[in-house]
T-cell receptor, first 114, second 114 residues
């Protein structure tokens, strides 16, 4: 099976712009979670989607949003970018609730905000 | 709230020596437990997991971990380090209740000396 894919892999934006990142889960996986990784804060949970519904959300401002499509693909959006949003954004997929909950990660999208 | 503590942000071992990376969790109910590895500029790769059953878990690349409920620990070991093991290692917990998110430790950077 193909793994989790994320596009784009690298992105450079300027402050105030918005950005959309995409994630395609492993075939058959219906849950997608997003994480932000920075040197200072480590790995932090953003949100989780299952069956096109946000089921859980981390402690991030409303500028961070996401959605999931009927084919389980997910996008996350960051509006009004700030310098501190520079990070590696990781997407993970899993089978979903009621399963062993193992999450498999994609290669990440590295976002640089100038 | 769940938390994960990884003792030692940097660990150095000689090639062929024992690798021991420590992980302790705080939770009233033992969670699902995971170890992930991250190589430079890559996503997270699952090394091993404990969900239920045997407390000694074997993973990929010769790694294993033992769940010790009395010590709330899930330390990662490998009998003989290889140069290719140099990477950052993350311990993570996933609660068995309704709060569905992985909580990560701060990571341990493993250096393997020739």
């Amino acid at each position: 099976k193909a793994g989790v894919t994320q596009t784009p892999r690298y992105l450079i934006k300027t402050r105030g712009q918005q950005v959309t990142l995409s994630c395609s889960p492993i075939s058959g996986h219906r849950s997608v979670s997003w994480y932000q990784q920075t040197p200072g804060q480590g790995l932090q949970f953003l949100f989780e989607y299952f069956s096109e519904t946000q089921r859980n959300k981390g402690n991030f401002p409303g500028r961070f949003s996401g959605r999931q499509f009927s084919n389980s693909r997910s996008e996350m959006n960051v509006s009004t970018l700030e310098l501190g949003d520079s990070a590696l954004y990781l997407c993970a997929s899993s089978l979903g609730p009621g399963t062993e909950e193992t999450q498999y990660f994609g290669p990440g999208t590295r976002l640089l905000v100038l | 709230a769940q938390s994960v503590t990884q003792l030692g942000s940097h660990v150095s071992v000689s090639e062929g020596a024992l690798v021991l990376l420590r992980c302790n969790y705080s939770s009233s109910v033992p969670p699902y437990l995971f170890w992930y590895v991250q190589y430079p500029n890559q996503g997270l790769q699952l090394l091993l997991k404990y969900t239920t059953g045997a407390t000694l878990v074997k993973g990929i690349n010769g790694f294993e971990a033992e769940f010790k409920k009395s010590e709330t620990s899930f330390h990662l070991t490998k009998p003989s380090a290889h140069m290719s093991d140099a990477a950052e290692y993350f311990c993570a917990v996933f609660p068995r209740g309704s709060a569905r998110q992985l909580t990560f430790g701060s990571g341990t950077q493993l250096t393997v000396l020739p």
